[in-house]
T-cell receptor, first 111, second 111 residues
Framework: ETGVTQSPTHLIKTRGQQVTLRCSSQ?????VSWYQQALGQGPQFIFQ???????GRGNFPPRFSGLQFPNYSSELNVNALELDDSALYLC??????????FGSGTQLSVL | GEDVEQSLFLSVREGDSSVINCTYT??????LYWYKQEPGAGLQLLTY?????DMKQDQRLTVLLNKKDKHLSLRIADTQTGDSAIYFC???????????FGPGTRLSVLP
């Protein structure tokens, strides 16, 4: 167990809708990263938050946004959902030591 | 941009050694990682190696790094059926951001 929990585990949305995914980091971890894992592929970096500020972003459009809260929880928001957004979304927390600890992910299906 | 490549499938007999290979392109990578993903689960950190090392051993796991050829391997001794999973190689920068993952190698362990 990594101590990182994500909710919900599964979610079905329709194209054009908005979605919020949630993550609770391991206690004391000040950095949270979000990754998108499409079927049959490795995870792709979306962005990272450090002490509630975004401090790194991958090649994802602005409709992917996030928040990190002082209690180590965080959110990933996706607006105007597209079919290609269907994927497993993984949250990972870390504590300055460059080791990522992943949650089990949220499986998002966009119809 | 950075790219990480892995063979997609590996099949071994229980009790044999497994060797999973990975090549990467970013010579500035500071850390290289191996993660394991079981069905329906997130990624579990198995081991990692700092780029100035060429070998690391941790119980049944041995990581070899050839920095000149940008080649990383993971050897699992005495492979068990519980080792059946997808194994991801990843490279990370010195800031702990934007881990780049390979496509994963699906290891099947036959009884």
């Amino acid at each position: 167990e990594t101590g990182v929990t994500q909710s919900p585990t599964h979610l079905i949305k329709t194209r054009g809708q908005q979605v919020t995914l949630r993550c609770s980091s391991q206690s004391g971890h000040n950095t949270v990263s979000w990754y998108q894992q499409a079927l049959g592929q490795g995870p792709q970096f979306i962005f990272q938050y450090y002490r509630e500020e975004e401090n790194g972003r991958g090649n994802f459009p602005p409709r992917f946004s996030g928040l990190q809260f002082p209690n180590y929880s965080s959110e990933l928001n996706v607006n105007a959902l597209e079919l290609d957004d269907s994927a497993l979304y993984l949250c990972a927390s870390s504590l300055d030591d460059r080791k990522l600890f992943f949650g089990s992910g949220t499986q998002l299906s966009v119809l | 941009g950075e790219d990480v490549e892995q063979s997609l499938f590996l099949s071994v007999r229980e009790g044999d050694s497994s060797v999973i290979n990975c090549t990467y392109t970013d010579s500035s990578s500071t850390y290289l990682y191996w993660y394991k993903q079981e069905p329906g689960a997130g990624l579990q950190l198995l081991t990692y190696i700092f780029s100035n090392m060429d070998m690391k051993q941790d119980q049944r796991l041995t990581v070899l790094l050839n920095k000149k050829d940008k080649h990383l391997s993971l050897r699992i001794a005495d492979t068990q059926t519980g080792d059946s999973a997808i194994y991801f190689c990843a490279e990370g920068d010195n800031y702990g951001q934007n881990f780049v993952f390979g496509p994963g190698t699906r290891l099947s362990v036959l009884p």
